[in-house]
């Protein structure tokens, strides 16, 4: 039964062979003119019918240019109906079941090789004909282009080789078709490119398959130039007069043996170009299938692939996945159909791919469901990429005739699949290579499933999509398409379809924010543990500091990029969040302000960040552990790209055109206007918005009754309270001046500025509006739903009165209006611009005074001056005199803070303090009623991010270092009813306002955080890269320390000698400031090295806490105490953690792990000294192991305790330290003793002792106390050359001074 083509067509489903048990006739035709339908593109083989004009496109498997034109029969078939509404179909069939008509003896294919064999068969007996291999002819060839013999009548050349690729051809329109094959020899090792041109040469493209070989006769030689210059020489297929015939294995043979011989100039360039081969055959590739399916091509570094393609991904860019293996991607291979894709089950050989890897992490590969391939330890994803030199060859079709299963492994959301329509056309118009679709596809695919949920509208989606796809076009030269002949000829030097020479390529990516924690924290090499920076003194309690992890920005991925929108939640911190899940975001700046210009709701986009866990978890009594984490991102202002207007394009800003006198304005005029469209606006058109503006609109024209302007004074960070309801409830209080807002001048009554309190409230929701509001900043306050013309804002604000708060009667001053902000019938315009902006102007006084309330207040501002550490742990009083100081005075940048004591060891004023974190801790509160929250303190960590987790862990403590110097002030912080501090870990420049400060008992400044007080982090310092200057920290001789013990005469006192000893006014006072001096370790006291438990405390050995915590961290103490002098005095220097007390035992850096490793093993490892040394040391006064011994500390170091391979023991590190004499820079302050209520006098002076002698008084003085924050080792060469230096520089001083002073007496004396 025979089936015509009009038939076949008629099927309005698909069809095939087996079902119809018939065969389809018809004659076979290649197109050869232009045509704008893509159905119908030239070159492309159809089946038309014998009788009518109807035609179907055949897929064949092979073909040969002889069947053009010819009446076959097609005995097993496919009919696939692939789109019945644009009448796409075609016919799928193998060459071997193409049949002459008439009759099915042998197959049209088998026929015409018949006859090619015995034409090769006859050239090989004709004496005549030379046949060169490829590599020969590529020699000849060069040879005849330099002597130019191209110009005089050339000989016919003939050619045999094997097609190593077949790139696409080049059908401009108006121009005649061509193609090119490149051909190598039997060496493999050089090719040469023969070229077709012309129309009725394209049915010879299909005949020529990748890695067979073929003979060409009678051709010419040409050359290819590009940019006026020669590439390569190149064979010419004329038409009508070549010839090709394929080869088989036997004739491949027979046509070797007759190949000609080449002169021994042309060898020897063929030896050299053979070596140039070799070496780039060399060049490893970075990933190695299997053999089998996988192997290089010998012409060029691609790659040749034959698979079943086992899933239809995305058939409009080419994507399959072959082999559950790898997967293609076709869309810059220009033969490659989108009305005729590929079906599942079809077997194809891809020829000369570029195979790139593409690692995890890639939203796209992860929607597509892209097979992986490891790769020594990790696994990456293979992409088969074609350009314009590949060549895809149908091995075998599959046998069934479905053609909608697409994606068959990976349930794709249609929703998000309509999307890649744009990227399509997108592509298209700008000729994109594949680096930028494959980053547009990324893009794409981030944002649908980041925010498809986040971001309700489609339209906007979709329009946010199109804004980062159109960023992506990259301009490097060659531009795909441009230059065909650049990407056949040069292809080794360059591709415009894959600008990467990589074997991988690096996509940016966009993680989803709940990965963000586990993708960066599991990495080890990119985490630092966030320990003490440079400066830190003193000992600090292991267990109460707060474990810290920082993630750091990895220069060299520059590639992971976060996207997000950042918004403010109910607690009234940022944070940046997607469909996934949110993290606390921290916004650094230098610039305070800048940090609250943010568009809150909106996309941005984090380039480099840090990512900070900080560990809070503890150990409950009954001994399990309670895992509580805070992590959080921190990132620089100009890091964070502002993207696209999500929330924000639907509000109304403010602007205030004019500058504003504080003491003169009265009020300000509204004037409204229209903004043209922001660029960044992407949904102008959207219907919720327009429904918006309509609302604005309204309130534009409401009363001036229902705004207000505010001025914000005061912002008190939000504190939890818990509410009769038994809920809890974040508050922050905001202290501000309105002004009122009239339309015009005739509006313009007789109203004043007055003081208002406003609240915003969790509850409400209305801390949203905090990270937006800063002191000193203008914000319109205006009433929503404003149906009642007679509402003003005026009434919403309550009068309380002090008698309900004030049971005492006291004299309280009165409470200003108060307003708890309810985002439900409130609005804050603040003046970030949108498209609708209110334009204000300001209104100064005419004929009317400002109230004498608003004057105090603008008056007796706070000082904003923010001193540095070094300035406020002074604690020498000031003069009397310069305590009266004018009101004119008090902003003068050169005054230090005030340090008259008030009350209980507090200072009168509070202070703003800059500086550096260098270590962070919990510290142990005075006892403290436990209330609600104390009592639900992991809930209300766990559910609004307040307190520290732990009941009775109430106070932080922070230790602030000077910017660039060494000198520190320890802060502290009560953290049960406040928001956990984000970013304020070690390295952190922060900025802490409004501290009282307090003198503690050891004579010491410390810092207490009132409600009212916040901190600023405006930088994170590399504690890797942190610069001190040394250079600038004072120097100081140990006998300067005891300058103010001194001894003295009392005629008041009744002793019998009338000898005393006068304790001075100042002696509790102390210069903190760290200072440096020189100095030589004289005998090492103590030096403990332990394991400590982070849990319980105890000692660590063999990596087993004693009390058995499971899951608890552990942390390698150290400390040491030493005696040192400097040649002036001797002063017990003490060293606080690994760094300084390594750096005291002058142990290198790689030798630490091997004792670190050995110290866990015995647990814990000490020496003393303390009974082997002088009577001042042995003292029972002396305070000697005080803060250094760890729990437990019972014994003395063993000296069979080995640290070191080579019998090395502490004693012996000690031991070496004071016998080999080492001169070393300290850089400390003094420790001062706590102070006693009942204290003598000589402990007052630090006296150890008075003798007698001569009716003298002598004192023996106790060692000062100091404490190391930095050791540098010295030169002691070079050391004493500085001395004898400084000696003969005070020589030649004196002498000089001697001759000045000489010089008037010898002249008075010749004149006499």
């Not at 060659?478 to 074997?503: L, M």
Request: aromatic letters at 8%; a negative charge; glycine letters at 4%.
């Amino acid at each position: 039964m025979l089936l015509s083509i009009q038939k076949v067509c008629s099927n309005k489903t698909s069809t095939t062979s087996n079902q119809t048990k018939a065969s389809i006739v018809g004659r076979l035709t290649i197109t050869t003119h232009d045509n704008p339908d893509p159905k119908r593109r030239k070159g492309t083989l159809f089946l038309n019918d014998l009788t009518t004009n109807d035609s179907i496109y055949l897929r064949v498997d092979l073909f040969h240019h002889e069947l053009a034109n010819n009446i076959v029969q097609i005995t097993q078939w496919n009919h696939i109906k692939f789109d019945n509404n644009n009448n796409i179909e075609w016919i799928e069939a193998s060459l071997n079941h193409i049949y002459p008509i008439g009759t099915l003896a042998f197959s049209s294919l088998q026929q015409i090789l018949q006859t090619e064999q015995i034409a090769i068969d006859l050239l090989a007996n004709i004496p005549d004909v030379s046949i060169f291999s490829a590599q020969d002819l590529l020699l000849l060839n060069k040879r005849c282009l330099a002597s130019s013999c191209q110009q005089e009548k050339q000989e016919p050349i003939h050619v045999v080789g094997r097609v190593s690729s077949k790139p696409v051809r080049s059908l401009i329109p108006g121009r005649p078709a061509e193609f090119y094959i490149e051909l190598i020899g039997f060496q493999g090792d050089t090719s040469t490119m023969i070229i077709f041109t012309g129309d009725d040469l394209l049915n010879l493209y299909h005949t020529f398959q990748t890695d067979h070989w073929y003979v060409f006769m009678y051709m010419k030689t040409g050359a290819i130039t590009i940019d006026n210059q020669l590439v390569r020489g190149v064979l010419q297929f004329v038409s009508n007069q070549s010839r090709c015939y394929q080869l088989d294995k036997d004739k491949i043979k027979q046509i070797k043996t007759i190949s000609p011989s080449i002169d021994d100039d042309d060898e020897k360039e063929h030896e050299e170009e053979e070596g140039i081969q070799q070496q780039h055959e060399k060049q490893e590739q970075l990933f190695l299938p299997p053999p089998a399916i996988l192997r290089p091509a010998e012409s060029t570094s691609m790659t040749t692939y034959e698979g079943i393609i086992t899933r239809v991904i995305e058939p409009s860019f080419g994507v399959y996945e072959l082999d559950h293996d790898v997967i293609t991607c076709l869309f810059h291979y220009t033969d490659y159909s989108l009305v005729y894709p590929y079906r599942q089950g079809t077997r194809i050989r891809l020829s000369c791919v570029h195979m790139l890897g593409i690692g995890p992490g890639s939203t796209i590969m992860e929607v597509w469901d892209a097979p992986t391939m490891e790769r020594g330890d990790y696994k990456t994803h293979i992409i088969l990429v074609g350009c314009l030199k590949t060549h895809i060859q149908i091995i075998e079709f599959p046998n069934h005739i479905k053609c909608s299963s697409f994606n068959t492994r990976h349930k794709a959301n249609p929703w998000s699949l309509s999307l890649y329509g744009p990227i399509f056309k997108e592509c298209i118009n700008t000729q994109a290579d594949f680096d930028s679709l494959i980053q547009k596809l990324e893009i794409q695919a981030s944002l649908i499933h980041k925010f498809k949920n986040s971001i309700s509208s489609a339209k906007l989606l979709r329009r946010l999509c199109r804004v980062f796809t159109n960023k992506i076009n990259k301009t490097t030269q060659p531009i795909f398409g441009n230059d065909w002949y650049h990407d056949i000829f040069q292809h080794e030097q360059s591709c415009s379809a894959v600008k990467t020479r990589a074997s991988s390529l690096e996509l940016k990516r966009y993680p989803y924010v709940s990965d963000i924690v586990k993708l960066l924290l599991e990495d080890e090499e990119r985490t630092l543990q966030l320990s003490r920076h440079p400066g830190e003194r003193g000992s600090s309690r292991e267990d109460l500091r707060v474990d810290m992890t920082m993630a750091l920005h990895n220069e060299k991925e520059r590639n992971l990029v976060i996207m997000g929108i950042v918004d403010a939640m109910p607690d009234g911190r940022l944070y940046i969040l997607d469909d996934t899940g949110k993290l606390p975001l921290v916004v650094l700046s230098e610039d305070a302000q800048d940090a609250y210009d943010l568009y809150l709701g909106d996309l941005y986009r984090v380039r480099e960040f840090e990512l900070v866990k900080e560990d809070l978890g503890y150990q409950e009594e009954g001994g399990s552990r309670v895992l509580l984490d805070c992590n959080y991102i921190v990132c620089d202002i100009k890091n964070l790209k502002h993207v696209a207007m999500v929330k924000s394009v639907k509000r109304t800003s403010m602007s205030i055109i004019e500058e504003v006198d504080y003491m003169k304005v009265k009020g300000f005029k509204r004037k409204h206007t229209d903004n043209e469209n922001d660029p960044m606006d992407i949904d102008n058109n959207d219907d919720q918005q327009q429904q918006q503006q309509q609302q604005d609109s309204k309130c534009d024209h409401k009363d001036p009754n229902s705004q207000i302007m505010l001025h914000i004074l005061e912002i008190q960070p939000p504190i939890l309270s818990y509410q009769q309801d038994n809920s809890f409830e974040l508050i922050s209080h905001i202290q501000a001046i309105r002004y009122p807002v009239v339309l015009d001048d005739k509006n313009n009554q007789d109203k004043r500025p007055q003081e208002v309190h406003l609240i915003l409230s969790s509850q409400t929701t209305s801390l949203r509006y905090l990270p937006q509001l800063y002191p000193g900043c203008w914000v319109v306050l205006s009433l929503l739903n404003n149906n009642n013309n007679n509402d003003k804002i005026i009434d919403e604000f309550q009068v309380v009165e002090t008698v309900k708060y004030n049971p005492k009667k006291m004299k309280l001053p009165p409470i200003p209006p108060t307003l708890v902000v309810d985002p439900d019938r409130h609005q804050l315009i603040t003046t970030h611009p949108t498209q609708r902006m209110i334009e204000f102007i300001p209104t100064n006084l005419t004929g009317v005074y400002m109230p004498s309330a608003i004057k105090q207040i603008y008056s007796t501002k706070p000082n904003d001056r923010i001193y540095q550490v070094k300035d406020i742990i002074k604690t020498t009083s000031p003069k009397k005199s310069s305590l009266l100081v004018n009101n004119n005075n008090d902003n003068d940048k050169d005054s230090l803070p005030s340090m008259v004591e008030i009350g209980k060891r507090f200072f009168e004023d509070t202070v703003n303090v800059q500086g550096v974190i260098v270590d962070k801790g919990f510290r142990e509160q005075a006892s403290r009623a436990k209330g609600a929250i104390d009592t639900n303190a992991r809930q209300v960590f766990e559910e609004l991010g307040v307190g520290t987790g732990q009941s009775g862990r109430n106070q932080l403590f922070f230790r602030v270092r000077q910017t660039d110097e060494l000198d520190t002030v320890d802060i502290y912080m009560d953290a049960w009813n406040r928001t956990w501090p984000l970013g304020l870990i070690p390295g952190a420049l922060v900025t802490f306002y409004h501290l009282v400060r307090k003198k503690s008992d050891a004579g010491l400044v410390m810092c207490q955080m009132l409600p009212c007080s916040y901190a600023k982090v405006s930088e994170q310092l590399d504690p890797r890269s942190e610069m001190i200057r040394t250079k600038d920290i004072p120097s100081k001789k140990l006998q300067d320390l005891i300058k103010n013990r001194k001894v003295g005469n009392d005629n008041n006192n009744n002793n019998n000698n009338n000898n005393t000893i006068k304790l001075p006014d100042d002696v509790d006072d102390y210069d903190p400031l760290v200072f440096k001096t020189i100095c030589s370790v004289k005998s090492i006291i103590c030096v403990n090295l332990w394991w400590k438990c982070g849990e319980c405390g105890t000692v660590v050995k063999d990596n087993k806490c004693y009390r058995l915590c499971k899951k608890a961290k552990r942390s390698f103490m150290a400390n040491a105490l030493a005696v040192i002098s400097d040649g002036t005095f001797q002063a017990r220097a003490h060293f606080d953690g690994e760094r300084l007390v390594f750096k005291l035992l002058n142990i290198q850096d790689s030798l630490v792990d091997g004792i670190k490793t050995a110290v866990l093993e015995y647990g814990k490892v000490t020496y003393s000294s303390y009974y082997g040394q002088e009577n001042h040391y042995a003292t029972g006064e002396e305070d000697v192991g005080e803060d250094l011994q760890p729990q437990g500390y019972d014994h003395l170091a063993e000296e069979d305790q080995e640290l070191l391979r080579g019998g090395v023991t502490l004693p012996k590190l000690c031991r070496r330290v004071t016998s080999t004499g080492k001169i070393y820079t300290l850089f400390a302050s003094e420790r001062a003793a706590k102070s006693k209520k009942d204290a003598t006098i000589m402990q007052q002076l630090n006296l150890r002792a008075i003798s007698i002698d001569s009716q003298k008084h002598v004192a023996i003085v106790k060692e000062p106390r100091i404490v190391v924050v930095e050791l540098e080792l010295m030169d002691p060469a070079a050391c004493a050359w500085d001395m004898v230096m400084q000696l003969d520089n005070i020589c030649t001083y004196n002498q000089q001074v001697e001759q000045e002073s000489s010089s008037p007496i010898s002249s008075s004396q010749q004149q006499e």
